[in-house]
C-alpha cells in the first residue's frame, strides 16, 4: 500500500457513507413529540432538510395561546441551504473515498463534523427564540416562564411533554460521522505503527468497544428513578401538590419521562383510567416507608391498612426489607398484597 493512501476497506466505508447521505433529504431529521392529557395520541413534529411536517397546524394553533411564533418552513433560510450541503458532503465522501488520499478523507471528516456543531448550535438558537420571544398580547402569560424546547431528550412545559430526538435523517447524519471517523483514526493509527495496529493500540480498542458496548446496554436499560421533590412536584393524576414522601410513587416512561403521584392508588388508577399503555412504561418505583427512598415496584413488599391514612385513601405503605414490613404489622394492622395483584 502507498504511502498516503487508504485502505481499500475504508475507502468502500467512505464512499456508502457519501450514498447513506442522499437518503438524508428523503427522510425526517428531527422528531418533537409533545404529550398531554388531552392528546392522548401525542402531536408531532417532523423537521426535514427543506421543510416542516407533521401537526404543524394544531401545534400552530395551541402555541398563538402562550405568544409562541407559528412554524412555516418559508421563514427558515436553512430549508433552502440545507438539501444541497447535504448533496454537498455526499458528493465529498465519494470523491474522497474514490481517489483514496489520506489526507483527503481527514478534510472531508472535520468538515463534516464542524458542520455537524454548527447545525445544532444554529438549531438550540432557533429553539431559543422560539421559546422566549413571545407576543406581549398572548392570551395566556405565565410570569417567568419559557416554552424553549430541550435540544434532545425530555422537557415538561406546562401541561405539555416534550420530547426532542434524531429521527431517520438524523441518525444517518450520526452513524455516517461514526463510520468515517473509524476510517479515518483507523488510517491515523495505521501511520502511526507502519501500517500495522500495534498490540497495544488492539487492547485499547478492544476495551473501548466493550465499554461502548455495556454503556449501550446501560443506556438502553431502566434509567432509574426521578427523585420527587415534596412541596413542588404535583400528582400526574390527582394534580394534587405531593407532600408526603413516604407515599410519594411514579412511573418511567420508555420516552424518558418520569409521571409522580402522591399515593400508589393514584398511581394504579391512571395507569387504568387515563388509558396508558403499559407497554409504554418502564418502571414502577415505590417508596421505602421508612427511608423515602424509591426502589422499583417488584421489589418492595406492600402493607394496606386503614391506619395509615395516606393523602388520597389509599393508605398503602411499601417497605424494602421485610424486617421494616414485619415492624410496621405491630403497629398497623393490615394486610399484605401484592404488587402483581395490584398491578392488574
Not at 423537521?47 to 394553533?61: E, H, P, Q, Y
Request: aromatic share 14%.
Amino acid at each position: 500500500m502507498k504511502a498516503n493512501q487508504m485502505l481499500g476497506f475504508h475507502r468502500i466505508l467512505l464512499v456508502f457513507c457519501g450514498i447513506a447521505l442522499l437518503l438524508v433529504n428523503y427522510f425526517p431529521i428531527w422528531r418533537i413529540e409533545l404529550d398531554a392529557p388531552q392528546y392522548p395520541e401525542g402531536l408531532e413534529l417532523l423537521i426535514f432538510s427543506n421543510k416542516l411536517a407533521g401537526n404543524v397546524d394544531i401545534i400552530n394553533g395551541l402555541n398563538h395561546y402562550i405568544g409562541m411564533k407559528t412554524l412555516h418552513t418559508n421563514d427558515f433560510i436553512e430549508f433552502s441551504v440545507l438539501p444541497y450541503l447535504v448533496i454537498f458532503f455526499a458528493a465529498a465522501f465519494v470523491l474522497a473515498g474514490v481517489w483514496g488520499k489520506r489526507w483527503s478523507g481527514y478534510i472531508v471528516l472535520v468538515l463534516f463534523a464542524m458542520f455537524g456543531v454548527a447545525a445544532m448550535v444554529d438549531f438550540w438558537l432557533w429553539e431559543y427564540d422560539y421559546g422566549h420571544n413571545l407576543s406581549p398580547d398572548a392570551a395566556i402569560k405565565v410570569p417567568g416562564m419559557s416554552y424553549q424546547p430541550p435540544l434532545i431528550g425530555f422537557k415538561q412545559l406546562l401541561n405539555f411533554g416534550a420530547y426532542s430526538i434524531p429521527a431517520a435523517g438524523g441518525w444517518i447524519f450520526i452513524m455516517t460521522g461514526v463510520v468515517a471517523a473509524y476510517c479515518m483514526v483507523s488510517e491515523w493509527l495505521a501511520t502511526r505503527k507502519a501500517l500495522t495496529i500495534s498490540h497495544t493500540a488492539r487492547l485499547v480498542l478492544s476495551t473501548l468497544t466493550l465499554y461502548a458496548g455495556l454503556s449501550i446496554a446501560q443506556s438502553c436499560g431502566p434509567r432509574g428513578a426521578e427523585p420527587i421533590r415534596a412541596g413542588v412536584d404535583a400528582c400526574a393524576h390527582c394534580k394534587m401538590t405531593i407532600s408526603d414522601l413516604r407515599f410519594g410513587c411514579e412511573f418511567t416512561s420508555k420516552k424518558g419521562r418520569a409521571f409522580k403521584f402522591d399515593d400508589l392508588q393514584c398511581m394504579t388508577s391512571f395507569v387504568k383510567q387515563d388509558g396508558v399503555s403499559k407497554a409504554e412504561i418502564e418502571t414502577f418505583y415505590l417508596p421505602d416507608f421508612t427511608t423515602n427512598e424509591l426502589s422499583e415496584a417488584h421489589q418492595m413488599h406492600i402493607l394496606h391498612s386503614e391506619d395509615l391514612r395516606s393523602p388520597m385513601g389509599g393508605n398503602y405503605a411499601t417497605f424494602k426489607m421485610k424486617a421494616d414490613l414485619k415492624n410496621a404489622q405491630e403497629k398497623f394492622f393490615g394486610e399484605v398484597v401484592k404488587w402483581e395483584d395490584l398491578s392488574k
